[in-house]
């Protein structure tokens, strides 16, 4: 055979954590080291208030106002067997994880991930989603600023399925955090509710 069909070598972990810690926005995906795009402004203010819109309700020990229950971060390394992915958003249920995950990469298998569409559509997709799915995330959800849309997936063997689409204009309650309303517009520069 050619030099042009000879396989090329699987990147593994060690090679994603030898790129310099400053220069590394990074994820590997099916042995390929992939750089995460720029974010724009309307990916970071959809990252930056979901993440807020959360955590105030839901970060905390469970009971009082507010339902709490829940662990999360931003643009945390978590390990998939051989992939490591760098979701948007990320969660994990205080019941079943009672301490807040760590290390670089996390390998604990988070109970729910968010991405924010930017130039990278299809990792997000298809090849992020089947590594979610291939691992049982339970809850995948993608917010999608082009088009001001939330959409909701819940797992399922064979693969996930779509619980719910929104858009700005409405409000929903959206699993695992159906306790509270979400005003979609919010993700996308809509003013806080008074």
Same mark, same amino acid.
């Given at each position: 055979?050619?030099?042009?069909?000879?396989?090329?070598?699987?990147?593994?972990?060690?090679?994603?954590?030898?790129?310099?810690?400053?220069?590394?926005?990074?994820?590997?995906?099916?042995?390929?080291?992939v750089e995460k795009?720029?974010?724009?402004?309307?990916?970071?203010?959809?990252?930056?208030?979901?993440?807020?819109?959360?955590?105030?309700?839901?970060?905390?020990?469970?009971?009082?106002?507010?339902?709490?229950?829940?662990?999360? *971060?931003?643009?945390?390394?978590?390990?998939?067997? +051989?992939?490591?992915?760098? &979701?948007?958003? %990320?969660?994990?249920?205080? /019941?079943?994880?009672?301490?807040?995950?760590?290390?670089?990469?996390?390998?604990?298998?988070p109970d729910w991930?968010?991405?924010?569409?930017?130039?990278?559509?299809?990792?997000?997709?298809?090849?992020?989603?089947?590594?979610?799915?291939?691992?049982?995330?339970?809850?995948?959800?993608?917010?999608?600023?082009?088009?001001?849309?939330?959409?909701?997936?819940?797992?399922?063997?064979?693969?996930?399925?779509?619980?719910?689409?929104?858009?700005? *204009?409405?409000?929903?309650?959206?699993?695992?955090? +159906?306790?509270i309303e979400l &005003?979609?517009? %919010?993700?996308?520069?809509? /003013?806080?509710?008074?």
């Open positions: 055979m050619s030099s042009t069909h000879e396989r090329r070598r699987r990147a593994t972990i060690a090679d994603l954590y030898a790129i310099p810690e400053e220069r590394r926005r990074h994820e590997l995906i099916d042995g390929e080291i795009g720029a974010a724009t402004g309307e990916h970071g203010g959809a990252q930056v208030k979901l993440a807020s819109r959360l955590d105030g309700p839901f970060g905390r020990r469970p009971g009082g106002r507010w339902p709490g229950g829940w662990w999360f *971060g931003t643009e945390i390394d978590i390990q998939f067997g +051989e992939d490591v992915c760098r &979701p948007d958003v %990320v969660g994990w249920r205080r /019941e079943r994880v009672p301490e807040r995950p760590r290390g670089i990469p996390v390998l604990i298998r991930v968010c991405e924010i569409l930017s130039t990278n559509k299809r990792n997000d997709l298809v090849r992020k989603k089947h590594i979610y799915h291939r691992h049982q995330v339970p809850h995948y959800w993608i917010v999608d600023p082009e088009q001001e849309m939330l959409t909701v997936h819940r797992w399922h063997p064979d693969g996930y399925l779509e619980v719910l689409a929104a858009v700005r *204009g409405e409000r929903v309650r959206a699993e695992p955090f +159906e306790a &005003p979609i517009g %919010v993700l996308f520069g809509d /003013e806080e509710d008074e």
